[in-house]
């Protein structure tokens, strides 16, 4: 599973080809082997290590499906374009909160938009001396900001029974030591608008939960890893090698059937945050949903995303975010023409362009 390099060009290419698709193939045909090994856990309990930081008892639970649908579910959503210049960087960012209203038919009832179906983008400058990856982390700071604030607003206005967010419920990502200045500070804001979001969902009852559309974690795998012997099963060194490497919805692709999910695990030390994995359709991967709150909470939170996100068979978003996702994306075109503007008031470009983009040859 170590890392490979393939020299790429002429029949170099189809050789290198030809060896990442016999990987592939021989990844797939060891997943699902070793995944048939561990379908005896599906009926049985949690071992006590995992226990303590679990929310239910069991390895798999089924999920029911709600038939018909009676809720008020938000996601909130956001786009953003970053541009480093030379004077300064710009930024544009774009959240947008989408409420889907079904009252127990077959179909959604009503859409609203907030604050409304096309919002403008807000444009941010910063003309404080950072590198390459302190503007990628303003960036990413200033879009969770904007999402944040959206979903403060929302929950206030709509009181939504389920509100979604687009990825975790944590800012992983981020370290403190590694940030100063202006980026340090919008860091801190930050994790104090997300404090505030959940007291407010806390107090007023609605759900929160985050969808990691693409999750690259392999935390439940390694804690499975640690228990297994204990449950009477074993595997080779290079096949727990293989497992160490793969990641949880990979592996979990292979174990869970549709309608299942995993138990709720512990992903916070200082709020209650739990996640779980969830299998909604059959040809796409299973979904890691983060949720504030308890066992209770775990269950509805489960059946509410399974309702809404089982309509493709290869397609497993829930509905909400993929409307909410349409209306925040935002266009390369639409800071290329703030960048334009800003070069024709100016009269020259020299402030602007970094080197690399106004080479003359």
């Not at 989408?98 to 179906?117: H, K």
């Not at 929302?154 to 992983?172: E, F, H, M, Q, V």
């Amino acid at each position: 599973m170590a890392t490979r390099e393939f020299v790429v060009g002429g029949e170099d290419l189809d050789r290198a080809l030809e060896e990442v698709l016999l990987r592939i193939r021989e990844t797939e045909q060891k997943r699902k082997e070793i995944a048939s090994l561990l379908l005896p856990l599906k009926q049985q309990p949690l071992p006590q290590e995992l226990a303590g930081e679990a929310l239910e008892n069991s390895f798999i639970l089924k999920v029911r499906r709600i038939e018909k649908l009676e809720s008020r579910i938000a996601a909130v959503d956001s786009g953003f374009l970053g541009e480093e210049l030379h004077t300064l960087d710009l930024m544009m960012v774009r959240a947008v909160a989408v409420i889907f209203q079904y009252d127990g038919g077959t179909e959604l009832e009503g859409v609203e938009y907030y604050p409304n179906p096309v919002p403008s983008a807000k444009l941010l400058c910063s003309m404080e001396p950072m590198d390459s990856f302190e503007f990628e982390t303003l960036t990413s700071i200033e879009r969770l900001s904007a999402e944040l604030r959206m979903a403060i607003e929302t929950a206030r206005k709509y009181r939504p029974d389920l509100l979604l967010l687009d990825g975790s419920l944590l800012p992983r990502y981020f370290d403190p030591a590694n940030l100063r200045g202006e980026v340090a500070a919008k860091l801190h804001a930050l994790l104090q608008q997300y404090r505030e979001l959940y007291s407010l969902c806390a107090e007023t009852g609605v759900m929160l939960a985050g969808v990691v559309k693409d999750c690259r974690s392999n935390y439940l795998l390694k804690s499975l890893l640690r228990v297994l012997p204990r449950l009477g099963i074993k595997f080779s060194p290079e096949d727990e090698e293989f497992l160490k490497h793969l990641r949880d919805t990979v592996f979990l692709d292979s174990l869970l059937s549709v309608g299942e999910r995993t138990f709720s695990f512990k992903c916070s030390d200082e709020f209650p945050l739990y996640a779980f994995y969830l299998k909604s359709v059959p040809e796409d991967r299973p979904l890691r949903i983060e949720f504030l709150g308890g066992a209770g909470t775990a269950v509805r939170v489960a059946e509410l995303v399974y309702a809404i996100s089982a309509h493709h068979p290869s397609f497993a978003v829930p509905a909400p975010l993929v409307e909410a996702d349409l209306r925040a994306h935002l266009f390369k075109e639409e800071l290329e023409l703030v960048h334009e503007t800003l070069v024709d008031r100016m009269g020259f470009t020299s402030l602007l362009d970094l080197r690399r983009e106004r080479r003359p040859f």
